[in-house]
């Protein structure tokens, strides 16, 4: 009916959800009551809500610091601009010595979701777990039911897969929330590049299945070609059948409420429209504000390193080593090859009225629309460096069907905070000759470097200080060369010669006192083109008690505290063999079993 087709035509353009802002303003009640108050609506927030909220005896309240998404989160070839607007927290590193020397002053920028979906709203949608290897390791770490064996039902749980070939896997789920599918839209050159690592001797492989090592297209957390974020996955289908489950926009959390004689934590306060309010929890307060919010909040309210509350005068409530690890994975931003194909490389001013119609309009899922910001296919590697199990892959390529070029300099260069002489003498050429391009960005799975993170003072509303020390032990660097060298080993191989693949000749600014493509060249350019996936963790690490590092327990509650607990990536103890957003999904499910069985 034409009611029911206006309707799925607005949703299309994501109006409903503005719409939904504008009609239904969720305006909290002072000192109202809930059984769960969850901080942040991210990934792991959205999961876990969803979950508990199934219980109708329960009432939870969802509280998130952004608004709503819109066509532009959706539109998953859109998501280099995404860290340029209010749905990004904006962060940056501090000054960095070491890395990021092609970034303005320094500092890398550390984009962060802030909108209901949290960063799952604002990423490039690649969805892959991780490394079965990874999760023994946090088990055996001192951590009981976080085994592959005893993960794996909480990723499929989640999953709604949709992969052609992939029907009968046992590693894929087809009755989840979240819909994962390949990307529609494929250019000729990953084809080729898809071809070219199987020449050089990769396995085709499903990354998420049996084995990581080898190559694939890309898969993606879209639904139809469309984005499917933590909101449009988890909240969206139940928010209006559930009267138990109360969700705020433009609601930040600036603190806490702990009872300091038990050490119980029995709600928050927050700034919704410049007014402080305050929630109480019965049960508990959960906080699933990310990796660089969830630490931020429990050092405003008392519980983090001595000497940070010391230096910013918070009264300690409970010593713990909050923030001070914080593990990232790092990239070189190429190599970028150019083709003599024609038309294959994602421009986004290529993209036609036609094409935006018909994805607009008609939902054609395979348009260049639907390309995640241009990302296609992966492809998991070992060094020879590496000491780690064969079977645990140390190396990652990301091929991406473009560059800085992809969009002029209005998006991605500007989110990154490259400086305006990177875009000018790299990339402005092969953006105003729109001559076709790749580029494999090279990332390593297990750095050794290790940053941290610390409040500055105990202004709630401002940022924590973030020091990523990327590349401060060296052999990052090498490992990260030696995934250059593979990239370009698999450019020799006849699929690449055969679309003419060849290394950009234009030297990264700053490292032309090495010859061009020498090992000292590469290394030069790592530090200078150092490029996070954002894959931040760590820094309210997962551990026992007898571990001077943790911050929570195997449960997620935090050590020496009640009724309080962390749910998002900055419990993952270190770097996954993958990108974060999937296992976000995967502790909110987890998360959401082990309190029913506590409550119930
Ligand atoms: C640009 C970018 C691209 C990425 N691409 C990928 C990718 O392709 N694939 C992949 O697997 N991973 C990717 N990642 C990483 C991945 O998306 C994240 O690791 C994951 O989504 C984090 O989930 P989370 O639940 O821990 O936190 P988040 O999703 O960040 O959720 C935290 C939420 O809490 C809210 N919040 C914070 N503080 C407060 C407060 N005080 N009060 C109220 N609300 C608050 C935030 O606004 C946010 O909504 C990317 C990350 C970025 C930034």
């Known amino acids: 009916d034409v009611n029911r087709l206006l309707l799925d035509q607005l949703n299309q353009v994501g109006l409903v959800n503005l719409l939904e802002l504008a009609t239904r303003p969720n305006v909290p009640r002072d000192l109202a009551n809930y059984d769960f108050v969850v901080v942040g609506a991210g990934a792991a927030g959205c999961a876990l809500a969803a979950r508990l909220s199934e219980n109708p ?9 952004g608004g709503v998404e819109n066509i532009a989160h959706l539109t998953p070839v859109l998501a280099g601009y995404l860290q340029q607007t209010s749905s990004n927290w904006g962060y940056k590193s501090v000054p960095q010595k070491l890395s990021c020397l092609g970034m303005n002053n320094q500092e890398c920028a550390l984009p962060r979701g802030k909108v209901l979906g949290g960063t799952s709203s604002i990423n490039y949608m690649i969805y892959n777990r991780g490394n079965r290897r990874d999760f023994d390791g946090w088990s055996a770490a001192g951590n009981p039911g976080w085994s592959y064996d005893e993960i794996l039902p909480y990723f499929l749980r989640s999953e709604n897969a949709q992969l052609q070939g992939l029907e009968n896997s046992p590693y894929h789920n087809h009755s989840g929330p979240l819909s994962v599918e390949y990307v529609r839209f494929r250019s000729q050159l990953v084809d080729a590049f898809v071809e070219a690592s199987v020449e050089s001797g990769l396995p085709r492989t499903d990354y998420n299945g049996e084995s990581q090592f080898g190559v694939s297209y890309v898969q993606a957390t879209t639904l139809n070609g469309r984005r499917h974020s933590a909101y449009s996955a988890y909240i969206k289908p139940v928010r209006d059948l559930r009267s138990n489950l109360h969700i705020f926009t433009y609601a930040r959390v600036t603190r806490i409420l702990i009872d300091d004689a038990t050490k119980s934590a029995y709600g928050v306060e927050f700034h919704y429209k410049n007014k402080p309010y305050t929630f109480k929890a019965r049960k508990e307060v959960i906080l699933s504000a990310g990796a660089f919010n969830s630490p931020q909040l429990l050092i405003l309210s008392g519980i983090g390193p001595e000497d940070n509350l010391k230096a910013i005068g918070v009264p300690i409530v409970k010593e713990l080593p909050v923030g001070r690890r914080l593990y990232d994975h790092m990239c070189h931003f ?17 993209v036609t009225p036609t094409e935006v119609l018909s994805y607009l309009l008609a939902g054609n899922p395979a348009t260049r629309l639907s390309s995640i910001g241009g990302v296609e296919a992966l492809a998991f590697l070992k060094t020879p460096r590496s000491s780690l199990p064969k079977d645990w892959p140390d190396i990652e390529l990301i091929m991406v069907a473009g560059s800085l070029a992809s969009d002029e300099g209005t998006g991605l260069k500007l989110g990154a905070n490259f400086k305006e002489e990177i875009y000018d003498r790299m990339y402005r050429e092969l953006a105003q000759a729109r001559q076709d391009h790749f580029t494999l960005l090279v990332m390593q799975f297990h750095p050794e470097s290790v940053g941290r993170l610390w409040l500055r003072d105990r202004n709630s509303l401002g940022w924590p200080k973030i020091d990523p020390k990327y590349f401060a032990a060296e052999e990052d660097v090498e490992y990260l060369l030696d995934g250059i060298k593979a990239s370009l080993r698999i450019m020799e191989m006849p699929a690449m010669q055969k679309i003419g693949a060849r290394l950009l000749q234009r030297p990264t600014p700053g490292c032309e ?3 061009f493509a020498s090992d000292d060249y590469w290394r030069c350019s790592i530090r200078t083109l150092s490029y996070t996936l954002h894959h931040q963790v760590g820094t309210c690490r997962m551990g026992p008690e007898s571990d001077p590092t943790a911050v929570v327990n195997h449960q997620l509650k935090v050590h020496g505290m009640r009724r309080l607990r962390v749910v998002d990536t900055s419990i993952i103890p270190v770097p996954p063999t993958a990108h974060t957003n999937a296992a976000a999904f995967m502790i909110g499910e987890k998360a959401s079993d082990m309190i029913r069985s506590e409550w119930s």
Request: no cysteine; net charge positive.
């Open 57 to 65: 005896q329960w009432t939870v309240a969802l509280l998130e610091a």
């Open 334 to 350: 190429g190599p970028t090859f150019v083709t003599n194909t024609t038309g294959q490389t994602t421009f986004t001013s290529r």
């Open 513 to 515: 006192g090495h010859k």
